[in-house]
């Protein structure tokens, strides 16, 4: 199996062992790495619940222009929350950045995260054509 990194400026760079997103043999399938509320010019944590939603929104999406699709590619996506009373807010904020079919979704309480983020999310994206 061919793997290739899939790195952007765009999107907070790793702060651990791992890559931004990965793209497997044949180019259409991409897993995204969870992407939590840093600005990633800062690499700081932007603050409170909804700026943290939408700044993880604009991660994913920074990562998914930078393999040539956009957020309508992703058909799994995973979310974190500290705390599942913002569960509400998420869905709220989710549905300005997606529409119908929304890809098929996980919501899942923890107790932390890293750099004390509020939620996280990851994905797995399906383009349908090769990517380079």
Do not use: W
Request: aromatic share 6%.
């Amino acid at each position: 199996m061919k793997k290739t990194t899939i790195q952007t400026t765009d999107a907070p760079q790793a702060i651990g062992t791992y890559s931004q997103a990965i793209c497997v043999s044949g180019g259409d399938t991409i897993y995204l790495s969870g992407q939590i509320g840093l600005d990633p010019t800062t690499m700081q944590m932007v603050s409170g619940i909804e700026s943290q939603i939408q700044q993880v929104f604009l991660n994913l999406k920074a990562i998914t222009t930078a393999v040539g699709g956009n957020l309508s590619h992703i058909v799994k996506l995973n979310i974190y929350l500290t705390d599942l009373d913002n569960f509400s807010e998420v869905n709220r904020i989710m549905a300005g950045y997606f529409g119908q079919p929304y890809p098929a979704r996980a919501v899942i309480g923890v107790v932390a995260l890293p750099r004390g983020g509020l939620v996280e999310m990851d994905a797995v994206m399906v383009l349908e054509r090769d990517v380079k």
